[in-house]
Structures are given as structure tokens and as C-alpha cells.
């Protein structure tokens, strides 16, 4: 162990209020939230910067403001402060009988790489019971922002830069028909032939979500005032394309299956499909469970080892 006698003479109470301090914006602040007086408080960050040699924090008459060194420390101790929130997490779930994994997931994921990690880990923990949650995918991002759900996967066009977003490559969207629609079994179709027609799409497909391929091609692009309907749900909209209300996107493993099953037509494009991102996402300020960390683990273990097949 590096730098004992440090470790040993550290108030590490101490650390604990330069978190509430950061958090809560301002030492009168952090005192009302810690229930102390403002110079206590004060004096608490005082020590703290005294044991460490370096300011933290810029005071002053109206500025209240991280130093460069008091920024380094707030990230790496707030590391510190979720690894001891874990160890309670732990104290308190080894009296659970009940063990949860709790994922939030957008309904039209596709990745093979998510599913191998959730038959991993449950044949390496078979006593945690899973529960998963459905979601539109920009819900799926604001419940983990705001500390509703500790682990989301959904669509982006890109990784977040204030959640911890991890890819899971990506899928493919096609564009389907049902039996009742008049393009059902038609060959040789254009997406010109597509103009005249109802479209069925994702809530999330529009440019600035996670189908935004989709919309470049869909919605977004050339079918905006043909759509009739839409849902959050792969099977309400093919619930809704079945019905003959128009036409709709589906992953392409999903729509082939029913292709196969004559309950489905392809449209066109056929070549070059709209491809989605799918990402798994935490929130760097909010603990997890061992549970939710060991998942996480394993699926980054798994995504590193090029899993996933």
C-alpha cells in the first residue's frame, strides 16, 4: 500500500464535505445540507487543504469556484465516495434475500453482444432475479440522468458526454409491410413507390434521436407528412403494419422472421440500410449496486474480448 502514513493521518470525513461543498455549490449551503454551522464547515475545507498542500477552491466575495487541482481531486475522490456507497450497497444487500439486476431498455434493441452478457451473467450469478423495463430511448437517457435508473441501453447517434456510454454496436432498420398493404408481394419496388403510401414509425424517429438514420431516410427526409402512427414499441408497430395502416421500420432480424413467415413484406431500400447505434449508459454521479456493477463489468469484459457473436 502506496503512501501509508497519508492514507493513515487523512481525515477522510474530510472529503465527504468537500463532496457536499462541490455539490451543494456554496459553503452556507453544504452547512444548512450537513446541518453544521458555516464556519465549521469552512474550517473543515481548510484542513483538508492544508493536508493536502494545494487551494481548492476559489473564495471570494460573490466567486465560489474549483481550482484546477481542487477539479482533479473532486473527480477522483468522487471515486472514493461511490466505492464507499457500493461497500454499504454490499453491507445491506448480503441481508437481501432478493438480489435484482434492474435495466432500463429501449424496445428496439438489437445487439447480440447485450444479450450474451445478460446469459453470462445469469449463469454466473443464476440467484439474481433480472428485471427489465421498456422505454422510448430518450426516456431511457432522462431517467438515467436523473438517477431513476442506474443502467439504460438505447439508441444514439453518438455517446453522451455527460453519461458514461458504452457501444454496443450497431443494427440494421428495413422498411415492411403487412398482408392487407397493396405493396404486399410486389417485386422490383422503388421508394418512390413508398411516397404515396401511410408510414408507421418509432417515437424516437426523428433527426435529433437515436433512429435518426432511419429519419434520414424516413420521416425526416421524404415520408414527414405521410405518417399515421407510431409507438414506442417494436410490437405495436407491428401490430400496426399487420393491420395494413401503412408501413414501418423493424431490425431487420425481427422483420425477417416474419418475411419468412408470410406475414410480412421487405420494401425498399434493399441495399445499404439504415443502420441505429445501440449504447449501454450510466451515470457517473449516481451509485450502483454490485449487481449493476458486475453486469457492467462483464459486459465491458465481453464487448474488450469482441463478444457478442
Partial sequence: MRNERFLRELDWNLIFIFQVIVEAGSITAAAERLLRTQPSVSNALSRLETALGHRLIHRARGTFRLTDYGQLFHEETLRVVHGVERIADLAMDGAKADRQLRLLVANHIDSPLFDQALRDFHERQPGVKIEIETAPSGMVVERVRKGEAAIGVCILNRALPDLVSRYLGSSRMGFYCGRRHPLFGRQGLTLDDLDAHNY??????????????????GLGNRFRDNRIAGSANDEEILRLIEAGIGFGPLNVSMGTLYVREGRLWQLPPYDDLPGVRNYL?????????????????????????GGGA
Avoid at 200 to 217: N, P, T
Avoid at 284 to 302: G, I, K, Y
Fill in 200 to 217: 408507421i414509425s418509432f417515437e424516437s424517429d426523428h433527426l435529433d434521436a437515436g433512429l435518426e438514420a432511419v429519419a434520414r431516410l
Fill in 281 to 305: 449508459i450510466t451515470n457517473p454521479s449516481l451509485s450502483m449496486t454490485r449487481e449493476d456493477v458486475a453486469f457492467v463489468d462483464l459486459l465491458e469484459a465481453l464487448r474488450d474480448a
